[in-house]
T-cell receptor, first 114, second 113 residues
Framework: DTGVSQDPRHKITKRGQNVTFRCDPI?????LYWYRQTLGQGPEFLTY????????KSRLLSDRFSAERPKGSFSTLEIQRTEQGDSAMYLC????????????FGPGTRLTVL | EDKVVQSPLSLVVHEGDTVTLNCSYE??????LLWYKQEKKAPTFLFML????IEKKSGRLSSILDKKELFSILNITATQTGDSAVYLC?????????????FGKGTKLSVIP
């Protein structure tokens, strides 16, 4: 399967714990995006990487959130001191270099904070 | 603030019906509009529209963009139960090298036999 993959698919954690999610984009894609989706809403942009550089962060991304893409391939999203409001589906997407903008999404990680 | 509004929010039709989903937008530095289909998983790319008046078509699905009136429609003809999903509209703007998508809330389509 050469699509975007994410791990884990589901995560249940207690409030106050730290969690880390991983995204592996399509191999030729140099752009990688993280989105968050809650029930009944469309995905909301969190952050964007071009290669290993994090070029944009949404104001939704509080200090408890950090994302990395150390070698310009896979990316991790860490949430520290989780809160119940962090419960959501976290989606990763990637796109072609110099592309027109189509983004291809992974299956997402569903986070539940108890 | 950029805004994407979809209507209706939900729709129930019978198999074989034709449906039209609407998406209006207010976006600075507009570049393109995209349609995605989301079943109980990640959004699947359907169309990207950049130019006004040019219809994109794929099987029973088609879409068109009106950049003057700032809206797009997605048509599905001869609907099937497999078309049941949430259809998301998103705009992409080009600013400072970013290509982030701004999504609407989606239209939940239910097709009943």
């Amino acid at each position: 399967d050469t699509g975007v993959s994410q791990d884990p698919r589901h995560k249940i954690t207690k409030r106050g714990q730290n969690v880390t999610f991983r995204c592996d984009p399509i191999s030729e894609h140099n752009r990688l995006y993280w989105y968050r989706q809650t029930l009944g809403q469309g995905p909301e942009f969190l952050t964007y990487f071009q290669n290993e550089a994090q070029l944009e962060k949404s104001r939704l991304l509080s200090d408890r959130f950090s994302a990395e893409r150390p070698k310009g391939s896979f990316s991790t999203l860490e949430i520290q001191r989780t809160e119940q409001g962090d419960s959501a589906m976290y989606l990763c997407a990637s796109s072609f270099p110099g592309g027109r903008g189509e983004q291809f999404f992974g299956p997402g990680t569903r986070l539940t904070v108890l | 603030e950029d805004k994407v509004v979809q209507s209706p929010l939900s729709l129930v039709v019978h198999e074989g019906d034709t449906v039209t989903l609407n998406c209006s937008y207010e976006v600075t530095n507009f570049r393109s509009l995209l349609w995605y289909k989301q079943e109980k998983k990640a959004p699947t790319f359907l169309f990207m529209l950049t130019s006004s008046g040019i219809e994109k078509k794929s099987g029973r699905l088609s879409s068109i963009l009106d950049k003057k009136e700032l809206f797009s429609i997605l048509n599905i003809t001869a609907t099937q139960t497999g078309d049941s999903a949430v259809y998301l509209c998103a705009t992409i703007y080009s600013g400072a090298g970013s290509y982030q998508l701004t999504f609407g809330k989606g239209t939940k389509l239910s097709v009943i036999p």
